[in-house]
């Protein structure tokens, strides 16, 4: 609930007018340069916002009586209430109240797309303006917060003797944790890979998602009471009813779509040609880019990845930064269908990212040694919307063209790993080897002590859908758990 009517809110609406508020322009986020940025992996792309910055952002907001931004947001984040606090300067304040709903605010502040979200039902857009920058004030009260070295512990209620499982360390798993610490839970998070984090440690670049800025969101939710284990494979190392039998009230499945897919198409299987899944976990999590490593990835020269999703982004401009000397994004569509986040697009193009729109490889062709060395693209145009909305693209007959490319790396989707499902029969699946869960509770249809969020219930998923499938979850486990003791 927000606090609209304090006092000090009451005064700062009187101080500046909405009409003046609304006429400021939204600042701008500042950047490495281009040209210096494209060539180191390990330092972040946006510099975050100057208190100065965030403190003019912050007077856009106009405080309103209804705030259709919070209405966007999955996670519910009383975005008025952060954001008239670091107007005044009260930035720790602002960090206090993100974290009453959000378990990784300055993970969300970095990842999250906004645009498509809390910003986009802004009251500025209905205006024709800029929207309030409410992702780049959320990552400044984070990170001022952890720079400050004040960090905040939100409350939790005393224990409740209950345990709960969470197999997955990612956004929804570390979401629900979150929440069903605050509740009196234990919590255990189990992770398969050797560092907590998910998909924020293996997918997401340093150059977009620094590893100290989840490590320290994670090293919060400890210091709050959650356990983590990590080389657990839920599925193998333990099954789901091996955690019924130890004692868990509840189970949530969030362990993501980790299996990549390909297109069957001819030559996919020359050496050179692998998934983005594979590339970024191999750079990101296992050190590949360096020479000396025992998993190294191939540095390739002239580098394509197929697909317009922000993992596509992820990957090519991650290969630039391992020394793409040509470096090109394939996209079926155009670029007004990319998935991509806007920001992403940008930052590829700026550092000079070719982006081969409305061409989709139809063939891959390789040298007498079997690694690739050309793709064939075949030239499409756009017909009429497929059921997403988005216009399906069209092969234009006859016409295609070769490029010479090293390497390929595909992001055209993924799918669950189908580990757990296999080891528990009990699970009802979609065709696609999604869990099927009630979409209001996010809880299975065929077994009731399981719940799930994320990708292993969408397919594929932002962040924050993700987070807020965890918070939809906890709150509904909650309540089930309640109705069974």
């Not at 868990?248 to 899944?277: D, H, T, W, Y």
């Not at 990101?284 to 191939?298: H, I, Q, R």
């Not at 999703?309 to 990319?338: C, F, H, P, W």
């Not at 697009?345 to 061409?359: N, Q, R, Y």
Request: proline share 5%.
């Amino acid at each position: 609930m927000t606090q609209r009517n304090e006092p000090w809110r009451v005064e700062l609406r009187s101080q500046i007018k909405a009409k003046e508020r609304s006429n400021m322009e939204r600042v701008h986020m500042p950047e490495l340069d281009a040209v210096y940025r494209s060539s180191v992996r390990d330092e972040e792309v946006n510099l975050g916002l100057t208190p100065e910055l965030a403190m003019r952002e912050a007077q856009r907001c106009l405080d309103c009586v209804n705030p259709t931004c919070m209405e966007g947001c999955p996670v519910s984040i009383r975005i008025p209430d952060f954001i008239k606090n670091i107007e005044v300067g009260n930035f720790l304040e602002a960090a206090r109240v993100l974290k009453m709903t959000s378990a990784l605010p300055a993970v969300c502040g970095r990842v999250c797309p906004q645009e498509r979200q809390c910003e986009a039902v802004c009251i500025h857009t209905k205006m024709k303006k800029d929207s309030v920058a409410i992702g780049h004030l959320e990552r400044f009260a984070a990170d001022y917060e952890r720079e400050s070295g004040q960090i905040s512990v939100p409350e939790t209620n005393a224990p409740n003797g209950l345990k709960v499982a969470v197999v997955g360390s990612g956004p929804a798993g570390l979401s629900f944790a979150g929440d069903m610490v605050k509740m009196g839970y234990e919590v255990h998070v189990f992770e398969a890979l050797h560092e907590i984090g998910g998909v924020l440690k293996y997918g997401i670049p340093e150059f977009r998602l620094p590893n100290a800025v989840v490590d320290v969101e994670i090293d919060n939710l400890r210091a709050m009471g959650v356990k983590f284990f990590n080389n657990v494979i839920i599925g193998k190392t333990i099954t789901i009813r091996e955690l019924e039998e130890d004692g868990f009230k509840g189970i949530f499945v969030a362990s993501g779509a980790g299996l990549p897919r390909f297109m069957n198409i001819k030559g996919e299987n020359l050496v050179g040609i692998m998934s983005s899944n594979e590339y970024l976990t191999r750079v990101n999590l296992m050190d590949a880019a360096n020479p000396e490593s025992d998993t190294p990835v191939y540095k390739g020269k002239k580098v394509a990845v197929i697909g317009g999703g922000n993992t596509a982004m992820d990957s090519i401009r991650t290969a630039l930064r391992l020394g793409a000397e040509k470096a090109m994004i394939v996209y079926r569509r155009t670029e007004q269908e990319m998935p991509a986040r806007v920001e992403e697009v940008k930052h590829a193009k700026e550092e000079g990212i070719e982006f081969l729109t409305l061409h989709n490889p139809i063939e891959y062709i390789g040298d007498e040694f079997g690694r690739v060395t050309h793709m064939v693209l075949q030239i499409m145009t756009l017909g009429e919307p497929d059921e997403s909305g988005r216009r399906s693209p069209i092969p234009v007959e006859g016409k295609t063209r070769t490029v010479e490319v090293d390497e390929v790396i595909v992001s055209v989707g993924v799918s669950p790993n189908p580990l757990i499902s296999q080891s528990t029969p009990e699970l009802e699946t979609t065709k696609w080897g999604t869990l099927v869960v009630n979409k209001e509770t996010m809880q299975s249809s065929s077994m009731p002590i399981i719940f799930a969020g994320g990708d292993i219930v969408r397919g594929g998923a932002t962040v924050i859908l993700a987070m807020g499938d965890g918070r939809r979850a906890a709150a509904a486990m909650d309540s089930w758990i309640k109705e069974q003791i």
